[in-house]
């Protein structure tokens, strides 16, 4: 059965330094999605991404986020200046309309 | 008033048992409703998908929507250990991409 995958499974990062997750959204899937979920909340939307471009994005995702997709393959989420509140566990979706978001398993992100 | 509220939980039944798991919400916007199941640290698991009210079953489980009283519930039945995990319920107003999600129910069946 085709799943999302996401590199590395944890990446720790010291403050300010600049971290990229990587995904592998599901092949046929047209929109790709970034949430995170900080350890013992809720999973959060960060941002949503079709036809090239960001559809949607929350109040989190300010300019220290950017989302890419370089290729017909990889979808990535760049945090320029990672701060001790950005750790948490990250999680990449992809769907072929809106609904129906397909999780990955995740890239947990510990700032130090 | 938060937008999605769940009961955290744990909520702990025997092997067999019927599970009913919930959550309510007050944006009436909402038309989408998802449940997830999430096992320790890893990512989240769509189960179920139900748009506007009713009721949609698949296998062991049933999701229902109560748009008039806000509500949505996931029942389980004949639940196994292998059903241990956070249950999230998330959801979706027309028109956008963004899921809101519950806090999550911790669900442990007992062998």
């Known amino acids: 059965e085709p799943e999302v995958t996401q590199t590395p499974s944890h990446q720790v990062t010291q403050m300010g330094q600049e971290v990229i997750l990587r995904c592998v959204p599901i092949?046929?899937?047209?929109?790709f999605y970034w949430y995170r979920q900080i350890l013992g909340q809720k999973v959060e939307f960060l941002v949503s991404?079709?036809?090239?471009?960001?559809?949607?994005k929350s109040e989190i995702f300010d300019d220290q986020f950017s989302v890419e997709r370089p290729d017909g393959s990889n979808f990535t989420l760049k945090i320029r200046s990672t701060k001790l509140e950005d750790s948490a566990m990250y999680f990449c979706?992809?769907?072929?309309?809106?609904?129906?978001?397909?999780f990955g398993p995740g890239t947990r992100l510990t700032v130090t | 008033q938060k937008e999605v509220e769940q009961d955290p939980g744990p909520l702990s039944v025997p092997e067999g048992a019927i599970v009913s798991l919930n959550c309510t919400y007050s944006?009436?916007?909402?038309?989408?409703f998802m449940w997830y199941r999430q096992y320790s640290r890893k990512g989240p698991e769509l189960l179920m998908y139900?748009?506007?009210?009713g009721n949609k079953e698949d296998g062991r489980f049933t999701a229902q929507v109560d748009k008039s009283s806000k509500y949505i519930s996931l029942f389980i039945r004949d639940s196994q250990p292998s059903d241990s995990a956070t249950y999230l319920c998330?959801?979706?107003?027309?028109?956008?991409?963004?899921?809101?999600f519950g806090t999550g129910t911790r669900l442990k069946v007992l062998a």
């Open positions: 092949s046929n899937h047209l929109y």
């Open positions: 998330a959801m979706s107003a027309g028109g956008t991409y963004k899921y809101i």
């Open positions: 139900t748009y506007s009210s």
């Open positions: 944006n009436s916007a909402f038309q989408y």
């Open positions: 979706a992809s769907s072929t309309t809106k609904y129906e978001q397909y």
């Open positions: 991404f079709y036809n090239n471009e960001i559809s949607e």
